[in-house]
């Protein structure tokens, strides 16, 4: 498994690449977007890659790069034409702090 750490510098369009070419791999099945954590799964369930985003979520910049990062993301998976799906749950109150 690859584990990514990602802070609030992040690169959208350098880090689009390189998650879109782990999804484009044969033997993946999905990405879970949860908040601060996104995991890519095999077909067993198996994962493939973490990625932690060490960034504040009421940054409204932050999280806008984070909806393009995830719309650039999701756009290459339905491009893929197979099997490949995801889950979004990108924006929760509880990854939001008072």
């Known amino acids: ?13 350098e880090l689009t690449q390189k998650i879109s070419a ?4 044969w033997s993946v099945q999905m990405l879970d977007i949860n908040g601060p954590d996104w995991v890519i799964y095999d077909y ?3 994962i493939i890659s973490h990625i ?3 960034v504040d979520f009421n940054d409204i910049e932050t999280r806008i790069r984070l ?3 995830k719309l650039n993301v999701i756009h290459h998976i339905e491009s893929l034409k197979d ?3 995801y889950r ?3 924006v929760n109150a509880v990854f939001l702090k008072d």
Do not use: C, G, Q, Y
């Open 1 to 13: 498994m690859k584990e990514i750490a990602v802070d609030d510098e992040f690169d959208v369009d």
């Open 22 to 25: 782990v999804m484009s791999r």
């Open 44 to 46: 067993d369930m198996e």
């Open 52 to 54: 932690h985003f060490n």
């Open 67 to 69: 909806e393009d990062l």
């Open 83 to 85: 099997e490949t799906t």
């Open 88 to 90: 979004d749950n990108l």
